[in-house]
């Protein structure tokens, strides 16, 4: 077992150095920007409409919305407790959002930012959604 162990900790390092030769020859990917959202409370999941060029960022009990190509605040969506994915249906003029804290789906229409539903999910905590 002790030996089993050695020769996987072998292979791991063997295989962290090799990702490591291969940026060291590419290049580190480098931030070309940067956008302040402000507020309080932890973030989540970034969500990027690039129809619209918005950015769509979860935070804590709200949404963010960023015009990112002018880095302009467009709007928030309030009210979705511990929200963590947001999903958006261009087609039908629709986004969602997984609210973990109290068990909910949060409909908003994408042109207004508006609020039209919140759907109860039946189970605890969603998170990722799509």
């Known amino acids: 077992m ?22 060291a020859q590419q290049g580190l990917p ?10 309080t409370g932890g973030m989540d999941y970034i969500t990027c409409d690039t129809t619209a060029h918005r950015l769509y960022i979860s935070h804590s009990t709200c949404v963010e919305v960023v015009q990112y190509d002018t880095k302009v605040h467009v709007g928030t969506i309030a009210n979705t407790p511990g929200v963590h994915g947001i999903a958006l249906a261009q087609e039908f003029g629709r986004g969602f959002t997984s609210n973990g804290k109290d068990g909910t789906v949060t409909v908003f229409d994408l042109n207004t930012l508006a609020v039209v539903a919140t759907i ?11």
Request: charged letters at 15%; a neutral charge; one cysteine or more.
């Open 30 to 39: 480098a931030v070309l920007d940067t956008i302040a959202v402000g507020g």
């Open 120 to 130: 109860d999910t039946k189970g605890t905590k969603p998170d990722a959604i799509l």
């Open 2 to 23: 002790y030996r089993t162990f050695n020769w996987l900790l072998i292979i791991v390092l063997f295989s962290c150095n090799g990702v490591q030769f291969v940026f």
